[in-house]
């Protein structure tokens, strides 16, 4: 018997968040069905995973006019590359991810007649990501393709609610997955604590919170640099791990440098090597804006970080409040600093929550159950079509 033929199709490629969620995804599902990866361009070469993607083995069409930004003209002719790749492909299921590629790409599929079409979202866009008025085109294409789509895959409960209460889809169309991760992969280190820390000049004695993601307005590290002057008055031996890059990063080095927590905050651009980094520090903070589910917070409650999160998207159903971690609002440093002060001054609360995150990161967050309910799904909505 034949693989089930599917064509995945995501905007971009880019590390972090929808894209990384997806490969995770997929890379495994590739010994029981025929993937095909279908991606637009990325436009900050810093970020692109194409070539890693390319490398790896995973069958990939490019589409170069398919990016994030709308174009109309642009956008008309990814949607006719989208319908000749549908036309050769024989495929039995299309999934799209994200909007921009969930909208071209479900048009394209119902141009060539594909019945079996499912859409996974990455998060809500009705928060945090665009202008009122791009917001308000979004949830219009999301409202007149959602038909198209025979299931709608959400990261949590939260985020089906708001796409109900924005008109899109039917319930029943809907159901959630959280994204997982590789949790032994996580748990794993190559390095010890102190010889990272060495390698980075923070004492074995310093508080060391870290944040991983791109530098980009949404992620909201600003308001963590921000917190952390008010963090220093009381621990002063404190110091950040900001690990990304992005549109944001000379301008948080000279905000940086105006607070002068120069000796405090280090930026350390992208690692290869997460867990060491992970392993080597205190707390975990995502002072993100907004949030699909958040799979950093995920890594960190792999190697046992409590997390101190702010209060948006899917975060709420990972971290736990006083549990696992601390939830504060978005866009506080207020409160994000008095969050770090309760951790730095409890180290027991803190390696109870890391060990509290870490028995719900292996119960409810690995990617061997993210891949094994995408895969019923699957199979279910083919067994339906025969």
Not at 101 to 110: D, H, I, M, S, T
Not at 227 to 245: C, F, Q, R, S
Not at 314 to 320: D, F, I, W
Not at 325 to 331: E, F, R, S, T
């Amino acid at each position: 018997m034949s693989k089930i033929r599917v064509l995945n199709i995501i905007t971009r490629l880019e590390r972090g968040g929808a894209p990384q969620a997806l490969l995770e995804t997929i890379r495994p599902m590739s010994e029981e069905f025929d993937i095909d990866l279908v991606t637009g361009q990325t436009e900050d070469a810093d970020l692109d995973l194409t070539q890693e993607v390319i490398d790896s083995g995973l069958p990939l069409i490019q589409v170069p006019s398919m990016r994030r930004s709308p174009h109309p003209l642009r956008d008309f002719e990814a949607l006719r590359h989208l319908i000749r790749i549908m036309q050769k492909g024989n495929y039995d299921i299309v999934h799209t991810h994200t909007s921009k590629a969930g909208f071209l790409g479900r048009v394209a599929a119902k141009y060539c007649k594909i019945s079996t079409v499912i859409h996974s979202p990455h998060g809500t866009i009705l928060e945090g990501y665009f202008s009122s008025l791009i917001t308000q085109v979004y949830v219009y294409l999301e409202r007149i393709t959602a038909p198209i789509a025979k299931c709608i895959i959400c990261l949590t409960t939260r985020e089906i609610d708001q796409y109900l209460d924005a008109k899109i889809g039917r319930r029943e169309q809907y159901t959630h997955i959280f994204n997982g991760i590789d949790i032994g992969a996580f748990s794993t280190v190559t390095q010890t604590r102190q010889d990272v820390r060495q390698s980075l000049g923070i004492s074995p004695e310093s508080v060391v919170c870290i944040t991983v993601g791109r530098l980009v307005p949404v992620k909201g590290q600003s308001d963590l640099i921000d917190a952390l002057p008010m963090v220093l008055e009381k621990h002063p031996d404190t110091h950040l791990l900001i690990v990304g890059e992005g549109e944001l990063r000379d301008p948080l080095v000279q905000q940086t440098q105006h607070l002068n927590l120069e000796n405090h905050v280090h930026f350390l651009g992208w690692r290869n090597d997460i867990p060491n980094l992970l392993g080597a520090s205190d707390i975990f903070a995502l002072p993100s804006l907004n949030e699909g589910l958040g799979l950093v917070l995920i890594e960190a409650m792999a190697q046992h970080l409590p997390n101190i999160a702010t209060q948006v998207g899917g975060v709420p159903e990972v971290v736990l409040q006083g549990e696992t971690g601390l939830l504060v609002p978005a866009q506080s440093a207020s409160k994000m600093a008095e969050a770090l002060k309760d951790l730095i001054a409890n180290p027991t609360k803190r390696k109870e929550m890391g060990e509290a995150g870490y028995q719900r990161a292996l119960e409810h967050f690995s990617i061997q159950s993210t891949v094994a309910k995408t895969s019923d799904i699957y199979r279910q909505l083919i067994g339906e079509k025969a």
